[in-house]
């Protein structure tokens, strides 16, 4: 039975040396990069933000709502997710784009069928718009994602090779975590790795979170086959 895996990507991240839009020799880069998960028969779905564009609760003031703010940055990650596949395609990456904000004219509508059926069929699925409503971060979205089209491992790509005690940015002292456990990083106040409800979601389903540095030269081969990479978040 093939794995099955989610890459949550940040939209700052596809940003890449830019301090905003998308890099494309990183996009390209990337595409290289998710020829490993073929490689090691694990099915990847990315689920992509969009902070290199739009972040939603920022935009909100000056009379945008912030279900305004929300929906802005939803439609940011399709801007993000239909690059991303052109690039992963032209890469030789089969690959498809489907949104929970629907715009047939340049992705797909998302429904757990149509997903099932690309993963089936090897490509690497690519889903936008989060989950749909506002309020709700694209790390809350690709937990529930993960948990909708049963992966085994959610991804969480960032800046930091782990899930650190305290800021490392801030805090030479800081120690990184090999292992904790879904209630340490939900119940510790200093780890703002990924949003609590997003883990509170995956500690009562029972999915592991691996956060990890995913630009680091083989660090995503490593995530495809499985091998230990970054920090476990986990039972």
């Given at each position: 039975?093939?794995r099955r ?5 940040s ?14 020799e ?8 998710a ?10 779905i ?8 739009v972040?939603?609760a ?8 912030r ?16 690059a991303?596949?052109d ?6 990456v089969p690959t498809r ?13 998302f429904?757990?069928r149509?997903?099932e059926?690309?993963?089936e ?7 936008a718009?989060g989950?749909g409503?506002?309020y709700?971060t ?14 085994q491992t ?12 305290r800021?490392?940015?801030q805090h030479?002292?800081a120690?990184r975590?090999?292992?904790?456990t ?7 106040p200093?780890?703002?790795i990924?949003d ?6 995956a500690?009562?389903h029972?999915l ?9 030269e ?11 990479v ?6």
């Open positions: 039975m093939k895996v989610l890459l949550k990507l939209g700052e991240q596809l940003a890449g040396r830019y301090e905003h839009g998308i890099d494309p990183l996009a390209s880069w990337l595409g290289e990069q020829k490993a998960f073929a490689a090691h028969e694990t099915e990847l990315i689920m992509i933000g969009g902070g290199n564009f972040r939603g920022t935009v909100a003031h000056g009379g945008i709502k279900v305004t703010g929300d929906h802005m940055g939803m439609l940011a990650t399709m801007i993000n997710a239909i991303l596949t690039v992963f395609e032209a890469t030789g784009c489907l949104s929970n904000v629907f715009a047939q004219q340049v992705s797909e509508p429904s757990h149509l997903a059926k690309h993963l069929n090897g490509r690497v699925v690519i889903v718009g989950i409503r506002p709700f694209t790390d809350t979205a690709a937990v529930n994602l993960a948990l909708e089209l049963g992966c959610v991804y969480k790509a960032t800046k930091v090779d782990g899930v650190y005690d800021d490392p940015a030479d002292d120690t975590y090999e292992r904790l879904h209630a340490e990083a939900v119940d510790n200093d780890i703002r990924m609590k409800a997003a883990m509170a979601l500690m009562e029972g592991g979170i691996v956060v990890f540095d995913a630009l680091a083989g660090n995503l081969a490593k995530a495809a086959a499985g091998e230990p970054g920090s476990t978040i986990g039972a």
